[in-house]
């Protein structure tokens, strides 16, 4: 199995537990909620985002980088967690929207 980059310069050990828990939280959104229908709302062109993106602001990520309106002010560390979490998903929609995609990430 190849070494990963994370792997070689140690990036969790720069993370507090709450950075990696919200990493782990948007990884799970994303398996539960996001890759099931990934291939269903491909086809049509039709994506749920209003209730997507009422099911992210429930954990938090929406606005999570500004203070104030409601928002938690969170860190730049955590700020860079939330899309780290998300990648997988996303690489699994360009996969299937572009088949070579695959070889670009």
């Not at 955590?78 to 695959?102: L, T, V």
Request: aromatic share 8%; with cysteine.
């Amino acid at each position: 199995m190849p070494t990963r980059i994370e792997d070689l310069l140690d990036l969790d050990s720069l993370l507090t537990p709450e950075d990696i828990e919200l990493r782990q939280t948007v990884r799970r959104f994303g398996e539960q909620r996001l890759r099931p229908h990934i291939a269903d709302w491909l086809e049509p062109g039709e994506v749920p985002v209003r209730e997507l993106a009422a099911d992210l602001g429930k954990l938090g990520v929406l606005g999570m980088h500004l203070k104030g309106y409601g928002c938690g002010g969170s860190t730049a560390t955590a700020y860079g967690c939330y899309p780290r979490g998300s990648s997988r998903i996303a690489q699994r929609w360009w996969e299937m929207k572009d088949p070579a995609a695959q070889y670009i990430w």
